[in-house]
């Protein structure tokens, strides 16, 4: 069965970090583009960031220079290191295939405020 298990998140300052984890099926990770997703309050689910198999990596301009992702292949597990946190970044963040084909975790709620 498929799952996706996201952790890291919780409060942090303006201005500050964290790095998010997520654990997935290997089945799925190998061979697939995964991407890190975010929902804010009263918004739609939106893309962030890419990462293939291949290496290669993308990032929405909102998060450009600030968030790194990166995928460890051996442990099925895909980071999001988070650097100079906005209170704008305040959501709750998931991880999937990209595009997002598989059943959605429950997430990890990342608050920013001060």
């Known amino acids: 069965q498929v799952q996706l298990v996201e952790s890291g998140g919780g409060l942090v300052q303006p201005g500050g970090s964290l790095r998010l984890s997520c654990a997935a099926s290997?089945?799925?990770?190998?061979?697939?583009?995964m991407g890190w997703y975010r929902q804010a309050p009263g918004k739609l689910r939106e893309w962030v960031s890419v990462?293939?198999?291949?290496?290669?990596?993308s990032y929405a301009d909102s998060v450009k220079g600030r968030f790194t992702i990166s995928r460890d292949n051996a442990k099925n597990t895909l980071y999001l290191q988070m650097n100079s946190l906005k209170p704008e970044d305040t959501a709750v963040y998931y991880c999937?295939?990209?595009?997002?084909?598989?059943?959605w975790g429950q997430g990890t709620q990342v608050t920013v405020a001060s």
């Open positions: 999937n295939t990209f595009p997002g084909r598989m059943p």
């Open positions: 290997g089945s799925i990770f190998s061979i697939n583009a």
């Open positions: 990462s293939t198999s291949g290496g290669f990596t």
